[in-house]
């Protein structure tokens, strides 16, 4: 038998037919291949290159179908002549109605052409060649969006001149595809140049200018055929975000952003060939003439929309968006409570500063004041302080986050170290009743970077130990840069932003120096904070929308009650302390029988801030005053505001939270923190005496029962706020005599039981 046969043979065993004629022949060459099976067989590349020309033609099609669908509107959207947004008080009660149009159109030819070009350097570079729609473009900004890097982009002048005109702000993927079909549509019938003035005369430019003329006199008090190519360049760069990068309000990170974009215009010209290089490194950053307020935004109305606006654009909904017009925002804003916050920064500041004499009340002309108050329950902005008006300050105080919280940052760390069981040096657990050494220039330890902290006036605290509670009392700076180091910096700073602090410059977390709050920060968030703390541990956001309705778009309202972020213990424990603050330590001028409060004062370096936060179980308040020079918008010192000393914690921003607190709660039942489950530590025996102080002004001498303390022989460090500095009514030459006589030392000093470190001189950069 042969081998076919052989193989037929078995085949008939194995139940198979054998294969005959020609099929027998095949079945007889080895083929060298493996037949597909399962899903396997559906993967060849006809069926992979079938499906994919088969997708290209279905995509063709449904792009033929969908520009033939698509018309090209007649007229303008209902937005592109304004409407009017109106704003409401919390009771529903109006506010004020915004939106009342300016806007000129002017002819291409009035518009210069190098200012022209200055908009399509930095908007659109192939807007001449284009058509209408720059696909390369879109996929990029796709990518950039997929990659993190950003929302997508990719709109040409066509497209937003498009989306402007006929289109409204609304982000969905159906109004995206609408616009591009029109803008195709657009290019074919109109010339590159109406487009352009077009474009040119639609933009919203911020300072309720809509159109480059408006633009041009409210930024430069010029008509638009008299912009020079810088200013051109800044009204180009402006567009992207107009609050934010209007120079003459701009914060630090909004001027050197608009810079950056600046710069980006004119050497996109010069790569178009369309600006000279020599001539291009002799142009600058034009300021703008200072804003003028808009109808209806008088008094504290234009802070209150300010922020209001800022919340609507974390959500999405852009500044251009809402000066479309057709928005009814009503906000958490309460009448009663708004009228005492002003009220009250205005009897307790205001009428004490003469603003007008430059001569012999300098300092005065620099004082800016900011507060926020929440409802501790809701999480709800119910009054807030921007300052004292948009047409001699165009930027919130309230809302600023350039200036350092100081000292009110101290809560952050305590909060740290008790909700993650942080321990001493020695091994000991941190709680309010744990001892620290209140040494001043004490060097921290075991920070990988050196810092020794000066306590104001150069105080020692203690003998040379006190308790956490006492030197939260009084700010103890040393005490504060070693627990800090004992919590570890790292987690210190996770606390803070998950209780709603951001991450921006000024976090280099491994610096023991943080431990004096030299972050950044505003109002808002240190109220979120403290309502956090006050909320057993519950995230606060404070919010100050109640509500925004418009018949093109969908806002929802913030959460302002989050998670648990803090155990209840933890958060009571920190409440327990502050309210000690508030009773026996430098929030003393706070006090009140009409409430139970508790809080924390802060003093930056060089007094350049100054800052009261503090909550009831009702409210939470925040009030901070600011060091600014008007002319260079540089920080400067608050030390003689209404020729008096230091402005600290202590003083203006603790009146006016008192003032305003007071009234804020006349007439309601107010509560007591329940704070069953604060966990103050073991209890320290009252055995600490006084000790020879190295620096100036004495040392600081805890009383038996660890509610207060006092130097000896020097002013009250309390009235520092944040840092211990001495309150600006005080005086040297007539000290406050003390609330508790401690056991004064007799005979001669005695000297320390241990050798004193010698004493490292504090960076010169670090608050106090």
Known sequence: MGRADARRAQQQRGG????????????????????????????????????????????????FALYFSVDEPTDPNKTAVLQSNTFKWADGSVMTRTGKMNREIVPIDK??????????????????????????????????????????????????????????????????????????????????????????????????????????????????????????????????????????????????????RFNAVLDNMVEMGKLDKAKRDTLHLPEPIKPKAQPGMDGQKGYLIQAAKQELS??????????????TITLNIDKKKQAALEKAVNDELESKLDRKDTKERPVDQNVQAGATSVDAKTGAIVAMYGGVGLTEKSESNALRTDYQPGSTFKPVVLATALETGAKTQDGRLITPNALYDGTSKRPVVGSDTPFAPQNQDDVNYGDPMLTVQEATNSSVNSVYAQMFVDAKPEVVKKTALSLGMRDREGWPADKPAMSLGTMSANTVEMAGVYATFGNHGKKVTPTIIKSAEHVDADYKPVNPIGAQVLKRETADTVTKVLTGVVQDGSGKAVRSDAYQAAGKTGTT??????????????????????????????????????????????????????????????????????????????????????VPSTGPTGSITPSPSGSGTRPTGSPDPTGSGGTGKPDPTSSTKNPTPPTKNPTPPTGDPQPPTKKPTPPVPPNPDLLQ
Do not use: C
């Open 605 to 690: 370096e060089s007094n350049v801030a100054a800052w009261f936060t503090g909550y009831t179980p009702e409210l939470v308040t925040v009030v901070a005053m600011f060091g600014e020079d008007p002319n260079s918008h540089k920080q400067v010192t608050l030390t003689g505001t209404a020729g008096k000393g230091r402005a600290g914690g202590s003083s203006f921003p603790a009146q006016i939270w008192q003032a305003y607190t007071t009234a804020a709660l006349s007439g309601v039942k107010t509560g007591e923190f329940d704070l069953s489950d604060a966990n103050m530590g073991t209890p320290v025996a009252p055995t600490r005496t006084a």
């Open 314 to 327: 974390r959500q999405n909904i852009k500044e251009a968006d809402i000066a479309a017009g057709g928005w």
């Open 111 to 260: 518009i210069p052409e190098d200012v022209r070009t200055a908009f399509i350097a930095i908007e659109n570079k192939t807007f001449y060649k284009d058509r209408g729609v720059d696909f390369v473009g879109i996929a990029r900004g796709a990518f950039n969006t997929l990659r993190g890097k950003g929302t997508a982009g990719g709109s040409t002048i066509t497209q937003q001149y498009v989306k402007n005109y006929y289109l409204t702000q609304d982000q969905s993927a159906t109004r995206k595809l609408r616009e591009m079909v029109i803008s195709l549509k657009v290019d074919q019938r109109m010339e590159k140049d109406d487009i352009l003035a077009g474009y040119l005369n639609t933009n919203f430019y911020g300072r309720n200018a809509y159109g480059i003329q408006a633009a041009a006199q409210a930024y430069y008090g010029v008509d638009s055929d008299k912009l020079t190519l810088e200013q051109g360049a800044y009204l180009a760069s402006v567009i992207q975000a107009p609050s934010q990068y209007d120079l003459a309000t701009a914060g630090p990170n909004g001027r050197r952003l608009v810079t950056i």
């Open 16 to 63: 198979r037919k054998a294969p005959t004629g020609r099929a027998a022949g095949r079945a007889d060459k080895p083929t060298g291949k493996k037949k597909r099976s399962g899903i396997r067989r559906f993967f060849t590349w006809k069926t992979i290159l079938g499906t994919f020309l088969g997708g290209i033609l279905l995509l063709v099609a449904g792009a």
